[in-house]
């Protein structure tokens, strides 16, 4: 097959957020079965904000592996996810991945939102209001039947205008509300999509039964969530828990080097069936790290669609060559 490199554009027309949760959750399904494995993210800093990542995954039932790599700095990102054959090694794609990053948070936070959050969940408050914040709300709705959202940033002007896109996109009632215990008080979904460098959301501000999707806070000196939250919950879950380990400061406060780490459990098994809500469970917990198999997952569905759709730019295959070793050498005689 010749590999493509396949646009933002196309990734956006290809793929919507409900066949994304569905991508997600086969291949967390995959990853319970041991069929699929996700590699750790990894990452690297410099001039104190600036993050290298990278994250994958092998997906052989799907013939796919890939990984995704981003510089984010203070001016900006170019993610981009790199897809192989998983049996020969051969590339297949390159992917424009911001638009695809946006689906893969929403969608991975939408399974858990599926599985964790009660049936009757109608109500979402979402706490900030950035890139992500959208997607969320996309995910929370196909998963949920909403019928408000409570909005909250700390800058009234964004709050007023998440607002009033969510309803003009969703047709859903949303207010912009003035603090988080406002937002979050009585909802019975909250997700924190914020950049903050220090707790917002404490165990009392939640109403008994919320689930809570922990998105932002992917790096050891941001916090999203207060000391107390973690005891309260039921269950808690992640979508790489050898990534919560190493790069939460939350978990890692919470847990500690001795702590109960096998209470956290892993996405997969939440996505499998192995962990379920109960009727009177209380408050539950997903916090995301960010997984490559999710990428790579989406990846190969786009992949597979911009095939069938004539989509994509088409590029050579790259070809090896001999090196001249002798070229440049120093002659010691």
Not at 52 to 62: F, I, Q, S
Not at 119 to 139: F, H, K, S, V, Y
Not at 307 to 315: F, K, P, T
């Amino acid at each position: 097959m010749t590999p493509l490199w396949i646009r933002e554009a196309d990734v956006a027309a290809l793929l919507d957020m409900r066949s994304a949760i569905t991508a997600v959750e086969q291949a967390l399904a995959a990853q319970a079965a041991g069929t699929a494995r996700d590699m750790v993210k990894t990452h690297v800093k410099w001039d104190g904000a600036s993050t290298l990542h990278a994250l994958g995954a092998a997906m052989p039932g799907d013939a796919i592996a890939g990984a995704k790599t981003w510089a984010h700095t203070e001016g900006g990102a170019t993610p981009l996810l790199i897809l192989f054959d998983a049996h020969s090694g051969a590339l297949r794609a390159v992917i424009e991945a911001f638009a695809l990053g946006q689906l893969r948070t929403g969608a991975v936070s939408g399974v858990a939102t599926r599985h964790l959050a009660a049936d009757d969940a109608a109500e979402l408050a979402i706490i900030g209001t950035g890139r992500q914040a959208l997607a969320q709300i996309a995910a929370a709705a196909t998963v949920r039947r909403l019928r408000a959202v409570r909005v909250f940033s700390p800058t009234a002007a964004h709050r007023d205008a998440l607002a009033a896109r969510v309803r003009g996109v969703f047709g859903i009632d949303a207010t912009a509300v003035e603090s988080v215990a406002k937002a979050v008080g009585g909802a019975p979904i909250v997700t924190l999509v914020t950049r903050a460098r220090e707790p917002l959301l404490s165990a009392v501000m939640l109403a008994p039964g919320a689930h809570v999707n922990a998105i932002g806070a992917i790096t050891p000196e941001r916090a999203e969530l207060g000391a107390d939250v973690l005891g309260r919950c039921a269950i808690v879950a992640a979508d790489s828990v050898a990534a919560v380990r190493r790069l939460s400061r939350e978990f890692r406060d919470h847990f500690g080097d001795s702590g109960n780490w096998r209470a956290v459990v892993p996405l997969h098994r939440v996505a499998a069936g192995a962990v379920r809500r109960e009727r009177d469970t209380d408050v539950t917990l997903f916090k995301a790290m960010g997984i490559g198999l999710a990428d790579v997952a989406l990846g190969g569905a786009v992949l597979a669609r911009a095939r069938s759709a004539g989509r994509g730019v088409q590029l050579a295959h790259p070809q090896p060559v001999e090196i001249d070793w002798a070229g440049g050498s120093v002659d010691l005689e």
